[in-house]
């Protein structure tokens, strides 16, 4: 299994451009998360997903979107990306039934915004 | 509204040390605790998953201890080595069926050989 990958693994954007972050898992999870990493503010909840076609708002969703068409992948959108935007996004995905939901995460994706 | 803190930011200790690495977190009505490593640019490593009815988990020389009562966890590293120099987060998971997790800052481990 290889487990969550995030695609790209790292992007440099200007202001006003857009992209698409891409996680996939191949653990049959139900549930999937985005969340920033900014160096003094620790991880923060983006978006998630508790299920194929549903997304619900985290704690910092502003300038993001986000979807979930297919159970294994969970798509982060910028729509016009901004420098508070520069940051590293990871993925995780859990399985409710299994081991006390732990959280499996993704390698990163470290996007900067100029 | 959840808070985690981790205390302290960094730590440096020399090599064969034992040491502990604390968290608290503010509402005590938590589904389960997890302590995570991460190496400089990577991603987050799981370590050690406490239910919120059990009081530790052992995994190799890592303890975790769990009291909810009193809103704390410890993470417990023996015979401290170079190769466990990383950064340690605790994240918490609400009792709503979210799954969402509450990170802590994280303590920066450096053991010098």
């Known amino acids: 299994n290889a487990g969550v990958t995030q695609t790209p693994k790292f992007r440099v954007l200007k202001t006003g451009q857009s992209m698409t972050l891409l996680c996939a898992q191949d653990m049959n999870h139900e549930y999937m998360y985005w969340y920033r990493q900014d160096p003094g503010m620790g991880l923060r909840l983006i978006h998630y997903?508790?299920?194929?076609?549903?997304?619900a708002k985290g704690e910092v969703p502003d300038g993001y979107n986000v979807s979930r068409l297919k159970k294994q992948n969970f798509l982060l959108g910028l729509e016009s990306a901004a420098p508070s935007q520069t940051s590293v996004y990871f993925c995780?995905?859990?399985?409710?039934?299994?081991?006390?939901?732990?959280?499996?995460f993704g390698p990163g994706t470290r996007l900067t915004v100029t | 509204k959840q808070e985690v803190t981790q205390i302290p930011a960094a730590l440096s200790v020399p090599e064969g040390e034992n040491l502990v690495l604390n968290c608290s977190f503010t509402?005590?009505?938590?589904?389960?605790l997890q302590w995570f490593r991460q190496d400089p640019g990577k991603g987050l490593t799981s370590l050690l998953l406490?239910?919120?009815?059990?009081r530790e988990q052992t995994s190799g020389r890592l303890n975790a201890s769990l009291d909810k009562s009193s809103g704390r966890s410890t993470l417990y590293i023996a015979a401290s080595q170079p190769g466990d120099s990383a950064t340690y987060l605790c994240?918490?998971?609400?009792?709503?069926?979210?799954?969402?997790?509450?990170f802590g800052q994280g303590t920066t481990l450096q053991v010098k050989p």
């Open positions: 406490i239910q919120s009815s059990q």
């Open positions: 994240a918490v998971r609400g009792s709503s069926n979210t799954g969402k997790l509450i």
């Open positions: 995780a995905s859990t399985n409710t039934s299994l081991r006390g939901n732990e959280q499996y």
């Open positions: 997903s508790v299920g194929e076609g549903t997304t």
């Open positions: 509402d005590s009505a938590i589904y389960n």
